[in-house]
């Protein structure tokens, strides 16, 4: 559904209105509406299913990415509504079910801004329901708010965000540019749009949910999050192949952010997003320990605040810290970086870093099968270019199994050297 919406975006409508025809007369004919959603669907993916393999790579690729995000997004709604205590708060008459569906949709949304997806993706999959839901009063109820309600919510969150969180998180990570946009133009300009202009006043059609206050506010601190990116807009390579960020300057960059973020009410977890990908780059430079020490703040303050992804690697950055730049035995070292490592990967199951010095540690400790199943883990997350090395240490882990007097030995000798 969110691939064909591309595709109506795209000013191919027609398709789309007799694919919704055809299923609003599935609801009238008192079919379960799930089976006239998935028929709906499918009728969708017949009509459309050529066309969308037309479009250049780049597009579908586009498309791809936003549907998936609305799943995702979908996802969260549906979790929202544990998180949020809905089914108390409805029994209890605290909120009213209509009520509840919104605050889910603006808690999936929001997670999704937060995170640098696309602002709106759920919006391509309300879309095309919303345009069968219009074929047939049965579809609409006083219990959910319809899908054309939730698709102008949907666009109203978008012109308040925009595309800057997804421009963000993107920048901050070393990607996003292309020919004239890059950090260098698009921070200060985007900060001086954000400045001068208002929050947009909520559609007319809109079903009167979202707080306009909520928007003007999560708006503001957006604006002030993009001017402070734009005053060391210059600290951005201008290469997307370097990632490495090593001037100077990033260091109070990640001061003013972390200080920021914690002012902020609606968009803690995209300041978090921002630095989680700075502190990786500046680990990349080699600068990983000093950049530790400034995370302290961070990880104490904001872990029911920030998306769990985020949150693991900045446990990844202070767990390398621990272990190679503090004093102390070696042996506290060892265990103290131990437990955050593995809250680290508990966190963000992708972080190769972790998983790598896991398998180290099992190593050390003579254990070299659970090192080798770490170890494992550890290349199935890796990136392209270091894959290789963490492949050829797991062999060495392999080789260990077999005789575990030798394993426990040579782990003895490996401490020695790589914690000196
Ligand atoms: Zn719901």
């Not at 998180?83 to 997670?111: C, M, N, Q, T, W």
């Not at 006083?142 to 595309?163: H, K, L, M, Q, W």
């Not at 300009?189 to 909520?202: C, D, G, I, N, T």
């Not at 957006?222 to 201008?238: D, G, I, Q, R, V």
């Amino acid at each position: 559904m969110a691939l064909a919406t591309y595709l109506v975006l795209g000013n191919d409508r027609q398709p789309a209105a007799g694919a919704a025809s055809t299923a609003g007369k599935c609801v009238l004919s008192g079919k379960p509406r799930e089976i006239c959603i998935k028929d709906h669907a499918r009728d969708l993916e017949r009509r459309y299913r050529a066309k969308f393999a037309a479009l250049p790579a780049d597009e579908q690729q586009l498309a791809y990415r936003i549907a998936i995000a609305a799943v995702r997004q979908i996802a969260q709604h549906e979790y929202a509504h544990h998180l949020l205590l809905h089914p108390d708060r409805i029994a209890s008459g605290s909120i009213a079910r209509i009520d509840a569906e919104f605050e889910a949709d603006f808690y999936a949304e929001l997670s999704g801004i937060q995170a640098g997806e696309i602002t709106g993706a759920m919006f391509y999959f309300f879309d095309v329901l919303a345009d069968m839901e219009d074929q047939s009063k049965a579809m609409q109820s006083p219990d959910y708010e319809s899908a054309g309600c939730r698709v102008n919510n949907f666009n109203n969150i978008t012109a308040a965000f925009g595309i800057m969180p997804t421009m963000l998180v993107a920048f901050a990570s070393g990607g996003g540019s292309s020919g004239d946009v890059t950090p260098e133009v698009e921070f200060p300009k985007r900060a001086r749009e954000l400045a001068e202009s208002v929050a947009p006043e909520l559609l007319a059609k809109s079903c009167g949910r979202l707080s306009e206050a909520i928007l003007r506010e999560a708006r503001a601190e957006l604006a002030s999050l993009t001017a402070l990116m734009a005053e060391y807009a210059h600290l951005f390579p201008k290469r997307v192949s370097k990632l490495e960020l090593d001037e100077p300057e990033v260091f109070p960059l990640i001061e003013r952010l972390q200080e920021q973020a914690r002012g902020f009410k609606h968009i803690k977890g995209l300041a978090a997003g921002v630095l989680s990908n700075l502190v990786t780059r500046v680990g990349l430079a080699g600068a990983q320990a000093k950049v530790s020490r400034q995370l302290d703040a961070v990880l104490e303050s904001t872990a029911d605040d920030i998306l769990s992804g985020n949150y693991g690697n900045f446990l990844d950055v202070k767990a390398s810290h621990v272990l190679h730049n503090t004093d102390g035995p070696v042996a506290t070292r060892i265990d103290a970086a131990k437990t955050l490592f593995e809250s680290a990967v508990t966190f963000q199951p992708g972080v190769s870093n972790s998983w790598a010095n896991l398998a180290m540690i099992a190593y050390i400790k003579g254990d070299c099968r659970k090192a080798a199943e770490l170890a494992d883990k550890a290349a199935r997350t890796a990136n392209d270019d270091v894959r290789g090395e963490v492949e050829s240490v797991r062999s060495v882990f392999r080789n260990g199994i077999s005789n575990p007097k030798r394993c426990a030995e040579a782990g003895a000798r490996f401490a020695e050297e790589w914690l000196r």
